[in-house]
């Protein structure tokens, strides 16, 4: 973690993390101020009726729901690419060193890879925790954390047939943490596939973009079956995100597609462990 992709990685992230909250917080201030000046009685200085205030909520400004600005849109569409450089080049560069060779004897095949595994995880899982924390605790020091009220579902952008809609509006806290904790793992997985890969490959440019290239393939892949009447979404670009998706996220979806890429990493794993050759 102490490396220069991690770190690098990690500031770019927290720059589009920061940047998305500050903007955040500045987008409330004018809507606080508008609604403070349609509703306040200049005689009286009291507000004529009760003001539409349920809008103004930080569960409705955070990264993941804020699905227009331009570094929340980077922030979730560079996902693969960022994880890959900052947690998914570790393998590669011990074998381009040559300290692998070193290491194999001491260590042993099976433990070496699955340190290499578990690092990977976590490192790029810690890649969108961090910036994302940040983000929360920026927006949640300037706007209220008010419980998002249904009469307000257009500016929530969360409808009631919405994937954990309910749990939106009532307890919106564990829908931020699920959408946070999901993002941890998936990032984690991304990075473990970018460690498979380095397994097959010591091209840096195939391990960076080749899961970056097949997110973009399945997102179009979406785009096309959309024409059928197929509208679930299977795009991590789209489902990552807790804002709404053009298609319907299923939690089956969610769980299967984390389930095939850890079996992916796991097969890549076990024929290594069982090769000759690193």
Known sequence: MRSHYYLIS?????FLATENAIH?????FELRQSIEKYYLS???????SDPVFGMSSAYNYWIGVDPDWWSSFLFFRLFPLVVAFGAGLSLHKEKQSGYIRLALPKIGRKEYLLSKYIASFFMGGSLVFVP???NFLIIF???PA?????IFTNNFGVFSFD???QVFYSSPGFYVAFFVFLNFIYAGLFACLSTSISMVSNKITTILFLPYFLMIALSHIISLLSAYRFYIELSPFSFLRAARSPNIINGYVLLVEALELLAFSAICYLREVNSDVL
């Open 163 to 165: 994937f954990m809609a």
């Open 146 to 150: 008010r419980v998002p009220d249904p």
């Open 10 to 14: 990690l500031l770019f992230f927290c």
């Open 141 to 143: 020091s300037f706007i």
């Open 132 to 134: 994302m924390i940040i």
């Open 24 to 28: 955040a917080v500045f987008t409330d």
């Open 42 to 48: 200049y005689e009286t200085q009291t507000y004529t």
